[in-house]
């Protein structure tokens, strides 16, 4: 996607985005940086996140990549710290990273919840928590990236459910409490549904393609639009969030599902 025209919508933004090596996070970091801002690409693995990055800078696009554990609050000081020292500014944040154990709630393991909520949770607590000291004076956009499991169960996925359900919520309190101390700056969070991502093929990575063609079909049967989102569809919905076109929406919850929750 080439660089937008003047007019862009977050001409002169500087955005930071978390996951951003693939899937959502990439597609998103792609759409942000051809909007006009300028982007940081955050991701814990650090080699692909720099041939991402080469990829949209050969195109055109301002973007820098910076390595980074969600997880750890030094490293959410760090980068920070780092893109504050670079730009002199951020204006949004995209909690992006996420990752997936299937485990009902009988069979799940400690270790597994642990690291779920770990990434899943704790980052956009610490994600959170550090944009708001950096943009409660000078304004700005927080999205965090949710599910739709955020708003129903999945037997097979407790701790994703609740990582996802913690984030929806722990969203919306955050948006509160910038709009009670009169902060100009937006939470909300965005739930996709079944989206073409590595998250989602990589359900299949230790199975026969039989096994995945069948579990992909299960899981399409579930859409009444009857396919799976393009990263590309829900990089569509964080723009809109994090752009002036949502400037009077906050703590709210956007679903782009193709469906599914309407049932």
């Not at 792609?30 to 080699?47: C, P």
């Not at 009670?180 to 700056?185: E, N, V």
């Not at 096994?211 to 989102?229: C, G, I």
Request: one cysteine or more; a neutral charge; charged letters at 20%.
């Amino acid at each position: 996607m080439p660089p937008c025209a003047e007019g862009g919508r977050l001409n002169g933004k500087v955005a930071l985005i978390t996951g951003a090596a693939g899937g959502i996070g990439f597609a998103t970091a792609q759409r942000f940086a051809a909007e006009g801002a300028t982007v940081v690409l955050a991701d814990i693995d650090g080699e692909r996140l720099a041939m991402q990055t080469r990829q949209l800078a050969a195109a055109g696009l301002a973007v820098a990549a910076m390595p980074h554990n969600v997880t750890a609050e030094s490293a959410w000081d760090k980068i920070v710290a780092e893109i504050l020292g670079r730009y002199g500014r951020l204006d949004a944040l995209v909690n992006n990273a996420g990752i997936t154990r299937r485990g009902s709630a009988e069979e799940a393991s400690l270790e597994d919840w642990r690291q779920t909520l770990a990434v899943n949770l704790d980052g956009v607590f610490l994600g959170t928590r550090k944009g708001i000291e950096a943009m409660k004076t000078s304004g700005g956009a927080i999205v965090n990236v949710s599910s739709m499991l955020g708003l129903v169960g999945n037997p097979s996925s407790a701790a994703y459910c609740a990582s996802k359900g913690g984030v929806r919520n722990f969203t919306k309190a955050a948006a509160l409490h910038c709009a009670d101390r009169g902060y100009p700056l937006r939470i909300n969070s965005v739930h996709p549904g079944y989206v073409e991502t590595p998250m989602l093929r990589g359900a299949g990575e230790s199975h026969p393609r039989e096994t995945v063609d069948v579990y992909e079909a299960r899981l399409l049967s579930r859409v009444p639009m009857k396919r799976f989102a393009r990263p590309e569809e829900i990089a569509s919905a964080i723009l809109f969030l994090a752009s002036d076109d949502a400037s009077y929406m906050t703590g709210a919850e956007l679903v782009v599902d193709g469906g599914v929750t309407a049932h």
